[in-house]
Antibody, heavy 122, light 107 residues
Framework: QVQLQESGPGLVKPSETLSLTCSVS????????WTWIRQPPGKGLEWIAN???????SYNPSLKRRVTMALDASRNQLSLRLSSLTAADTAVYYC????????????????WGRGTLVTVSS | DIQMTQSPSSLSASVGDRVTITCRAS??????LNWYQRKPGKAPKLLIY???TLQSGVPSRFSGSGSGTDFTLTISSLQPEDFATYYC?????????FGQGTNLEIK
């Protein structure tokens, strides 16, 4: 059974860069879209970015200047880098897999990690 | 961005009740509407995609309907394990966006 596990530093300082990793176990990372989503405390879910195994990426325009998503197929891992952090970036960060039907991936998320809490504070 | 508005934001109900949650999009999204369930400390779970398609393994008491801008999630007979937070999400265009959530509590 495919499982996703996010990992990260937990606490980062303002203005620094956040680096998160999502490890995919029990299945291949290939031929799917993979996504990062976050939820600040008391707020809604926000889609950050997605990537296909070809390396093709799409970013939320609200974060595009600060975010980079990458995929390492040899390690079955995804990564997210978010720069110039502020307190507003404090959130639970989730990685998720986009569901695909008959080779077409349709923007819904059929598999999620449990999330990792990132707090931005000095 | 497409704005998604869920109602109600919270709901109290009893085991066995029929419950309906609504989701409205700020523009037409055809049937590109998905529903998730989230419980504390657990990974969110996909319930329904493409407005009305039940994800594999999800109990048949969950159903979805709608197209265009107005959508509903219905739980036909609430079970104890259904008390959770529910989110809608549009996958019509990026950036994908979510409703603010409906917290379903035990009455």
């Amino acid at each position: 059974q495919v499982q996703l596990q996010e990992s990260g530093p937990g606490l980062v300082k303002p203005s620094e860069t956040l680096s998160l990793t999502c490890s995919v176990s029990g299945g291949s990372i290939s031929n799917y879209y993979w996504t990062w989503i976050r939820q600040p405390p008391g707020k809604g879910l926000e889609w950050i970015a997605n990537i296909y195994n070809s390396g093709s990426t799409s970013y939320n325009p609200s974060l595009k200047r600060r975010v980079t998503m990458a995929l390492d197929a040899s390690r079955n891992q995804l990564s997210l880098r978010l720069s110039s952090l502020t307190a507003a970036d404090t959130a639970v960060y989730y990685c998720a897999r986009e569901g695909c039907t008959s080779g077409s991936c349709n923007g819904y998320f059929d598999l999620w990690g449990r999330g990792t809490l990132v707090t931005v504070s000095s | 961005d497409i704005q998604m508005t869920q109602s109600p934001s919270s709901l109290s109900a009893s085991v066995g009740d029929r419950v309906t949650i609504t989701c409205r999009a700020s523009q037409t999204i055809s049937s590109y509407l998905n529903w998730y369930q989230r419980k504390p400390g657990k990974a969110p779970k996909l319930l329904i995609y493409a407005s009305s398609t039940l994800q594999s393994g999800v109990p048949s008491r969950f159903s979805g309907s709608g197209s265009g801008t107005d959508f509903t999630l219905t739980i036909s007979s609430l079970q104890p394990e259904d008390f959770a937070t529910y989110y809608c999400q549009q996958s019509y265009s990026t950036p994908y966006t979510f409703g603010q959530g409906t917290n379903l509590e035990i009455k």
